[in-house]
């Protein structure tokens, strides 16, 4: 068993664990492996649950907010003491471009727990005197108390921001945590271990098992009857065998899942800004955002011209390995995502879609020929009902529809199961206010694309996922209230 393996994280120790098996780590960007990682099963799963129950008996369930906050700022200056190597490593997992993860990935990491920190730091509670029958009063008051050991289940598309969305608010609230990372992006989770003794959290606050979903870490983590809580970025489907595992034992979910989010480009916007917008939104971390778009409706009178801005644009972007600062768009995470994106690239055709730009595999270096790569896509010509408007893809392309009237917009908008984001180009902003209005999404930008403020309610509608977090709506789920009435 090789020693460079990646290991778990346990009770503040890394350690291969029991379990005796391994699996690899493979570079997107030409499918050499980058290190083998221990995958964890149900004994790694009960020592890090374990180490976790332990720690908030300890000296983190007896620390004050103002330890505790001091503690995750000293986490988040690890972070950016240490940023090179967070970022080498995250570009090395998901072959996106240094670029992107040294604006983006990285300093959200660190920005995740100093935000927490802040919201609770300043939290108020709430108080309200009663009468009592004699006269006497009495006094309620509510106390914001941790909800326990919190599973957290991340995917591979922004490993270190969704993971780290997730822990900062966690601990900040004065839980212990146990993360499960994707078995694609083991590495950042891996090294935030270190920043953690370093910080000074104590021992089994934070925990990491590696491995994969079903039979493996991730499924005996979910199940474990004393994890208190789980939160879940993923895909629907997995989403959907985590609440039945977490509705024995009545364990509260909070679930950021898929979407199919739709743009709507309005005659009146202003051109160039829409289509900076709308080319991040559909390319920018090769598509795998799950707030991107993939279905784009355009006002009939500029149809025309937005098409064939959107793959000029498409066809100027230039796709390269992390450390090309030229490169404005990495591979896919695998070749088993690259598997899907093509099909749907075939289905596309078959299907009869207008192939605007794109639609295969790109010429690339003979070095990268092991990689995930795929060309950006843009397709015209289908209708609403087609598996390309329907589904979710998770890579660079997008269908663009011509629309005519607001109403209509709005219907075709909202016909899909899902809930998530939506952007709207307009300059006219009474009309902003009333299409925004009526999209069933959680997320609504105008004139704008991922534009974050963590104090912000962020979460999905429909099959898009379940809560909200951010700000005091991370709180809400991480903490439970508890009712104390004096009688005076
Ligand atoms: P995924 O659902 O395949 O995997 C996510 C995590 O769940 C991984 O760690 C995986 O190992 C684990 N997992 C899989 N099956 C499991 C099981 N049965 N029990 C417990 N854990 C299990 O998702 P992915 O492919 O890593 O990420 C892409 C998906 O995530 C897309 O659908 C995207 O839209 C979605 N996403 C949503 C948000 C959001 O905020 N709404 C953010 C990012 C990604
Ligand atoms: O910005 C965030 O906090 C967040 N959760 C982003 C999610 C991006 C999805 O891929």
């Known amino acids: 068993m090789s020693d460079k393996a990646v ?36 004994p790694e799963v009960d020592a890090a649950v374990t180490a976790a129950q332990q720690a908030l008996r300890g000296p983190w369930g007896k620390m004050t907010i103002e330890e505790r906050v001091a503690i995750l700022y000293n986490v988040a200056d690890g972070i950016n ?11 090395m997992d998901t072959g996106k471009p240094k670029s992107l993860a040294r604006h983006i990935d990285i300093p959200r990491g660190a920005a995740n727990f100093k935000a927490f920190a802040e919201v609770i730091k300043n939290e108020p509670t709430e108080a309200f005197s009663m009468a009592t029958p004699d006269g006497a009063g009495a006094l309620n008051y509510a106390l914001r108390t941790p909800k326990g050991v919190i599973a957290v289940i991340s995917p591979w598309n922004l490993p270190l921001l969704l993971m780290t969305w997730k822990v900062g608010p966690a601990l900040a609230c004065g839980n212990t945590v146990v993360v499960k990372p994707s ?8 090294l935030l271990g270190e920043v953690m003794n370093e910080a000074g959290v104590p021992a089994g606050v ?8 079903p039979d493996s870490a991730g499924a005996y983590l979910t199940e474990h009857p004393d994890v208190d809580a789980i939160t879940f970025t993923g895909e629907t489907t997995t989403g959907t065998a985590i609440m039945k595992a977490a509705a024995v034992g009545m364990r509260d979910v909070s679930m950021e899942l898929g979407g199919k989010n739709p743009a709507i480009i309005f005659a009146d916007c202003d051109m160039d800004k829409a289509i900076e917008g709308v080319m991040r939104s559909v390319f920018a971390n090769c598509g795998q ?52 994106v093509l099909g749907y690239y075939a289905l596309a055709k078959e299907l009869g879609a207008n192939i605007i730009t794109g639609g295969g595999v790109p010429d690339m270096d003979d070095t990268l020929s092991g990689g995930a790569w795929v060309e950006p896509t843009i397709w015209t010509g289908l209708g609403d009902d087609s598996a390309i408007m329907r589904e979710e893809i998770f890579g660079p392309c997008c269908h663009i529809s011509p629309f005519t009237e607001e109403d209509e917009v709005i219907i075709r908008a909202n016909d899909t199961v899902y809930g998530l984001a939506c952007s709207i180009w307009t300059e006219n902003l009474s009309k902003a206010h009333r299409v925004a209005g009526q999209i069933e999404s959680g997320l609504i930008w105008v004139n704008s694309w991922f534009l974050r403020d963590l104090r912000t309610p962020f979460g999905g509608s429909k099959q898009s996922g379940i809560g909200r977090e951010g700000g005091v709506h991370s709180l809400e ?8 009435c004096v009688k005076l």
């Open 7 to 42: 290991k778990h994280f346990i009770g503040g120790s890394y350690t291969a664990g029991t379990s005796g098996k391994l699996f690899q780590d493979i570079n997107p960007v030409d499918g050499s492996v980058i290190c083998d990682v221990h995958e964890g099963l149900k």
């Open 81 to 91: 003491a240490r940023f090179d190597e967070f970022l080498e490593a995250e570009c």
């Open 183 to 190: 078995e694609e992006t083991p590495l950042t989770t891996s």
């Open 206 to 213: 934070f925990n990491v098992v590696n491995g994969f979903g």
């Open 289 to 340: 955002v799950c707030l991107g778009t993939e279905r784009v409706y355009v006002e009939r009178p500029i149809f025309d011209e937005f098409v064939a801005r959107l793959k000029q644009g498409a066809k100027g972007l230039k796709l390269g390995v992390p450390n090309d600062d030229a490169a404005n768009m990495g591979p896919l995470i695998s070749k088993e995502h690259q598997g899907k």
């Open 477 to 484: 789920f991480y903490t439970e209230m508890r009712n104390i």
